[in-house]
């Protein structure tokens, strides 16, 4: 649908609807588009790194802080490309000893005035969407590495079919990280929770743990989607904002180091070891004005 049209549906201006969209967007509920909004994503679409750089940023900070804890000095780890692994890499340069290997450009740039971390590069053809190294190229050179943890994002997660790319070449060479590391760390906003896409990377029984952010309250996929990843033995470790009730790093007990882990079961709607953890019910824009809460949930039901 066009903004002009829904605007004449929900009776207010394109530039509230224009932000009332982007809101929604967030949320994963649709996909913007030049002028107008269509339902979320299909298996096929995929952003550029302008488009996911703009996107869920405050976060991919709060989950770039949590990963970045999981980290140990003298450690070898390889990180996946996209812009929450970008985020982590810029944490990582203040790691001693590290070696990282990576098929990102992004996440090389971000280490490559780090004085005791050293990257090691995969070869491969450059993918210009997301400035990541692609193809047999990529696979070849990963081949005998063994090293203790792989830090990967994606597309979407699901319970079902685990960590998914819409890119056919992407999801090979992430398949073949997966395959040189003792654990799989996966590193997903809430937007991409319940999401599901064309190409599958990591199974759910190969990801060790789960960083990720506390989902709104009114985000009932979200939550559902935790529950399930959880049940399935996924260690879920929940990176705090310091918005919308959520503690900040900086305010959870001393000793939890940003995270929340959450070996059993997440039960919604009640508490989490180390905070709560709000599952679906109301209040989900929190203070925002009723008009407005109204408008979205309109735009939400329709």
Known sequence: MSLRELARVVQTSEVTVRRDVRALEAEGLLDRRHGGAVLPGGFTRESGFPQKSHLATAEKTAIADVAASLVEEGEAIVVGAGTTTQELARRLARVPGLTVVTNS????????????????????????SNYALVGSGAEQSLQGLRVSRAFLSGSGLTAERGLSTS???????????????????????????????????????????????????????????????????????????????????????????GRRDVPLPVQRGGRMPGGQFRGPGPGGLGAEPLERTARVADLRRR
């Open 167 to 257: 890119n056919m070449l992407s999801a090979s060479v992430d398949r073949a990280l997966v395959q040189a590391a003792a654990e799989v760390v996966v590193l997903a906003d809430h937007t991409k929770l319940g999401t599901d896409t064309m190409f599958q990377t990591v199974p759910t029984d190969v990801i060790t743990r789960l960083v990720t952010d506390e989902p709104p309250p009114h985000d009932e996929r979200a939550a559902t989607e935790l529950q399930a990843l959880a049940d399935q033995g996924v260690q879920i470790a929940v990176a705090g904002t310091g918005q919308g009730g959520v503690p900040a790093a900086e305010q959870l007990p001393p000793g939890v180091r």
């Open 105 to 128: 450009l992004l996440v090389a740039q971000a280490l490559a005035h780090a004085n005791r971390v050293e990257v090691v590069m995969t070869g491969g053809t450059l993918r210009g």
